[in-house]
Structure formats: structure tokens, C-alpha cells
DNA sequence: TTGAAAGCGTTACCAT
DNA sequence: ATGGTAACGCTTTCAA
């Protein structure tokens, strides 16, 4: 039985309680609640059995506090002129804003799109001691694959974000599953049409992963639950309005019945000026991704039918919570971090 | 020009600064902090002052620590014996553990389903030096109205909960809009189903007001842009899976020619045996609420076509920030607490 | 290998 | 009406 009094702790136990109930003193349980060396096994233990007789969990609050820790996170995104990227590098903003009053801060970073090399020297240039974690919106090569692993090497946390970066050892993913975003908008467009015929397919990079899964998963369900629909092959937009507003007449010439659209990446302003300025078909099935200024008017006049969406608040909020969580080698929650596949139809838009 | 002196704050500047630059004690700019009395009219002004100059904003992971402050939550749920009930109490389980070492107690009570009167003594027994706040899931009333207003009036902080009282002055409402959701339903049902003919609506209580704004929506889309479908009068199902069972062969052997079955309320495990022992026909479109186990599977045989859902986690977790930030007289993000309006295919359910 | 004591930013009690 | 000072739970020198 060891030394101390054994006065029943009041609420949660405290480092005080711990240093009590093992008979040692607060620097000592400091000690090995944070791992530091020049601690004797036996006292160890001592300190070990008390924590774990008295259930003690630390209070992170109070430990950043005495710490004066501060979250130094950055997130590279695309340089590219669509709105789901000003949607994330916005959020990035006001985030940051309410977060820099809670020892966070956040920084966003342009790289040009589509330029693994670009984000390969970004990403060679953190140092641990600015920054602890970063988020990288970005291809999936073998350039910026190692660019991430060197940088974890480094100490610093990463995590990929929109588009997966699987084959590097990112910490996290913080995305939707695209693969499950692609069958969802096949889903919607098979279930909308009602007589058979072509239906086109705009993506924008292949070098983007997240484009290539939903193509795939958009495949997929039309192949098996929706064989009547022909998918025709991908058209390129490079996530550009105006090369899609190019592009598009032609095809659209070219395929006068055409069923249905599946916008699978971004740039759907030129989609829409193209559908608004041709006068689209009544029948016509188009489907889009991503909740922003643009969808929301075309599924408010009817120009789409559905919108496949993820959050970008929650994207960035999740991405903070993983990246410090990461920093800390603390756990987090699964379930909180999944990133929802959203459909937004006109009906179901949250307000403004 | 203040006495004191005046070396620039490293980092954000604390109390301590301010008492510098306004030339007073630490406790007194306490007391200006947080509009204690016994303070001179111009010392408030000289603390102002170095308030605005400095861009002092409090740290309340400290202010907390020092107050030893602990948010004691209180959910009342109905006692019914459906899924969706099941995981918010499930929820404020999981999150109470989590929040137990946050200095934020969620606890979870239970009264009759569709029974005012508990809910209204429930509410009465609540003193405000044992709880903090409290979110209500309940049927709105003049009895819950004034016994809400009670509540409040005694300093508890009180949100409702999935269902709206915007008759009480509840500080927040918990939940998605009812009536686009309701008329999310009718989209995709209208949408989803290709040839004329009736559709029947489960609804589960008159009293419930989140029941009547679904079926108010739902009629409003349906009427306007679907008028080739006829919506029956509702079927009241109390949210009881077993009730909903006994009731339904009946009906559909009353109108055989039916097109759609709305379930806009709980009870589902009762549509879906119902279903399942008949033998659904290949092309009944069924919309339901509330993602859980039961409409899970549901969606994955093909049984239901679609699911409206609200998040349980979501619900809960908005609950307690609005719950805290009421009871600390403090602003919160309007766009962070927005619950969502969800629409699950069997293609994009969450994992597991 | 261990402990005492001084913070971290805020609050609260006791003086004056 | 104001100030000093000991907490809050934890970390971090500095000594021993």
C-alpha cells in the first residue's frame, strides 16, 4: 500500500490527485504522463497504477494552456478560378479568424492547379518548427507523394484533402468517398431519365484521383442498373468554365439527344451559361457536383436537377481537428470525421 | 496619456496587459470583464479603452479553468420504442462520455411519447442550480409553451429539439426545416415514380408539429408539380412499428394501384415487415426518414427507393454548443448549427 | 532520479 | 471602489 493520503478525490482526479495517491511529486507524474526520460521503472509503475486506479484523463485545456501551445496549420489549394475552391480558401479565412483566439492558426496557400511540381516545392519548403500540419489539395503523382512523406518525416502532420493521396503515408484523408459520389449521381440520373439514350460525362483532370473515382463509380451503376443509358467518353474541362463553355456546343451539336449531363468536377459556370444560352432541353438530366453560388442558382431555375456536394466548412473543420489531433498523437472520432456525400436537390438547400 | 507602462504585448495581449495600459489591478479589470458592480464610471472607460486599443479578446479555456464552470445538459426524448429516438439517446450517451472530461455532463431522460403533461412536469422540476440547459423533443402545446417559458425564466437555457416550439421562447431550435424536407420527399417521389396514380402518406401524430410541417410540404410539391399523382389522406401511424403493420395491409389492399408510400415519421421497422411479407411491386416507390439500422437495410435490398434523414450526432452536438453559448450569454456560428437536410440512396449511406 | 516553485490567463476571496 | 493573492490543472525551469 502506498505512502499518501487516500481522502477520496473530489470530481475528476487531478495530477495532484496522481502525485497523492503514488506518493511522488508533480514533476515526477509530469514526467511520465508525457513520457520524459529520468524516471525510474518502479516510480513508473507507481505513477502508472495510480492512473489507472483513479481514472485520471488529462485536461487538455489546461495543459495548452501552461504549455502556451499553438497550432500553426496550412492548407495548399489549387490556384484555379472555380468556386468550390474559393468556397474552401474562404472557410480557410473565416475559420482561421474565430480560431487564431484559440491558439490556432490557419494559412491557405495557391499552387497552380494541376502542377505536382509546384506542390512538391511547397511542401519541401515547411519547416516542423513554422508549421505543424498541412492540408494538401492536390494530383495523386509519385513527385508529391514522396514531397509528403519527406514532410512527415519531418514531423509534420498531413493530411490530403478532397482528393486522396493513398499511396503516400498521409496521416488522414478528409474527403467524400468519390467512388460512392460517382454511383450516387449514376443513381439520381438513371432513376430522373425516363427513355433510353446517351448521356455525357464532363471530368476534369486525369491526374485527379478524385475525378477518375467518380468517373468509375459512375460506370459502374450505369452498366449494371442502368444499361439502356450509354455513357459516352469523358470530356476534359480542366475544372475551367471557360473551356467547358468552348467545348460544349459542339458536343452538344454532335449529340443532339443527349439524355442527361453529369458534371463531374468543377467549372459548372460555363456548363450553365452553355445550357442557358442554348435553352436547355426540358428533358434534359443534369446533374453537378459541389453546393456553390453557380449550382444553387441553376437547381433554383430548374437548369439542374441535383447536386452531389460536400461541406466545405466541414471540410476545413475537419481537417483542423485531424491535423492537431495528428500533432498531439491523441485519437479522434471516426464517425465525426466522415465527410457526408450530400444531394442537394431545389428543395433541400440550406438557406441563403 | 495612461500611466504604465507601455512595451508592445507579445502575442495576444491578456488581462495583464490591460491592467498595464489602463493603469489598474488585475481585479478590477475582472470586474469590467464581466460587468461586476463597484466600479467607477471612468475606470470602466479607461478599461474599455485598453480593451478596444489592444484587441483584447478573453481566453475562455483559462476563464474556464480558473471558474471551475461545468455545463450540466439535460435531453428529454419520448419514450417510444423507434430507431431515431434510440440513436439520440445513444448519442448523448457516446458524447457525454466524451464531454465528461470537457466540464459538460449530458444526461438523458425519458417521457411518454405524445404526452404533454410529462414533459410539461418534467420541465417544472428543473432547477437552475442543477441544470444549465435543457433541448426538448416534444409535441408543441400550450402546456410544453408555458412550461418552457417557465424554464427559461428560472435561467435555464432551453432548445427545442427535431420538432420546433416557436410558439415558446426557446432560445434555438435544434433540427431541419420540416417543410422542405417534406417537400424534398415529394421531389424525388415525383421524380422517381413514371406513371400516374395515388400515393399514401404514413404520418405519426397530429400533435407532432415536425409531422405536419413534412406533410405540408410534401403536398405543396406534390400539387404544383405533380398533379398526375393523387395524394391519399394520411394514415396516423404514432410512430409505432406495430401499429403501422397491423394497419397497413388494409389499405394497400384498399387502393391496389398505389404508386408511392411517403413514411414521413417513425416506425419504418413496421413498413418495411409489412413490405417484406407482401412482396413489394417492382415499381412502389417508398421515400422514408431517418437513416438507421432498419432503413439502412431497407435502402440496401432496394425496399426503400430513398431516405430524408437528420444526423443524430449532428443533432446532439448543435444542441450542446447552442445549449453552452446561451448559458455563457455568448455568440455562436449560425452556419455551423444549420442541421442538414440529408437524402440517403442506397449508394451514398455512411459506412457501417 | 526527483522535487520545489514559478508560471500560463483567468477568476474569486479577502482586504483596504 | 480598488488591489493583492491564492487558486484552477498542467508544464517547465532550476536545484538538489
Redo the contacts with the bound molecule.
Keep these: 500500500m502506498p505512502e499518501g493520503d487516500l481522502s477520496p478525490p473530489t ?9 497523492r495517491v503514488a ?9 511520465v ?2 513520457g520524459r ?4 521503472r ?3 509503475e507507481k505513477v502508472n497504477k495510480a492512473i489507472a486506479d483513479l481514472g ?5 485545456a ?8 499553438v497550432y500553426r496549420l496550412l492548407f495548399i489549394l489549387p490556384d484555379a478560378a472555380n468556386e468550390f475552391v474559393d468556397a474552401l480558401a474562404a472557410q480557410v479565412d473565416v475559420q482561421g479568424a474565430q480560431l487564431s483566439h484559440q491558439r490556432t492558426t490557419l494559412a491557405a496557400r495557391s499552387v497552380p492547379p494541376f502542377d505536382p511540381q509546384a506542390i512538391v516545392d511547397m511542401l519541401d519548403g515547411l519547416s516542423p518548427d513554422e508549421t505543424d500540419g498541412v492540408a494538401v489539395f492536390g494530383p495523386e503523382t509519385p513527385a508529391v507523394r514522396d514531397a509528403v512523406n519527406r514532410a512527415r518525416a519531418r514531423g509534420i502532420a498531413v493530411v490530403s484533402l478532397v482528393a486522396d493521396l493513398p499511396s503516400s503515408e498521409r496521416d488522414h484523408f478528409v474527403g467524400i468517398d468519390n467512388y460512392a459520389a460517382g454511383r450516387t449521381a449514376a443513381r439520381l440520373m438513371g432513376r430522373f431519365i425516363h427513355e433510353p439514350g446517351p448521356v455525357l460525362v464532363i471530368t476534369g483532370s486525369r491526374l485527379a484521383r478524385d475525378h477518375l473515382e467518380r468517373r468509375a463509380g459512375f460506370d459502374a451503376v450505369m452498366t449494371t442498373d442502368f444499361p439502356h443509358l450509354e455513357v459516352l467518353p469523358s470530356v476534359e474541362g480542366r475544372d475551367d468554365p471557360d473551356l467547358i463553355q468552348q467545348l460544349l456546343p459542339d458536343i452538344l451539336r454532335a449529340v443532339p439527344q443527349v439524355r442527361g449531363i453529369y458534371s463531374s468536377a468543377a467549372g459548372n459556370a460555363g456548363l450553365l451559361r452553355c445550357l442557358e444560352r442554348e435553352g436547355r432541353r426540358g428533358d434534359l438530366v443534369v446533374i453537378a457536383h459541389e453546393l456553390t453560388p453557380v449550382s444553387r442558382r441553376a437547381l433554383t431555375t430548374g437548369v439542374f436537377d441535383a447536386v452531389i456536394s460536400q461541406n466545405a466548412g466541414h471540410l476545413v473543420r475537419s481537417a483542423v481537428r485531424l491535423l492537431k489531433a495528428t500533432a498531439d498523437r491523441v485519437p479522434f472520432d471516426e464517425t465525426q470525421e466522415r465527410i457526408r456525400i450530400d444531394i442537394y436537390l431545389q428543395d433541400n438547400m440550406p438557406p441563403e
Excluded at 470530481?11 to 502525485?19: Q, R, S, V
Excluded at 526520460?37 to 525510474?40: E, L, Q
Excluded at 485520471?56 to 487538455?60: L, P, Q
Design positions: 470530481g475528476k482526479p487531478t495530477i495532484n490527485d496522481l502525485a506518493g511522488v511529486s508533480l514533476a515526477t507524474v509530469d514526467r504522463l508525457n526520460p529520468g524516471v525510474r518502479t516510480t513508473i485520471y484523463i488529462r485536461d487538455t489546461a495543459a495548452n494552456l501552461a504549455r502556451r501551445r
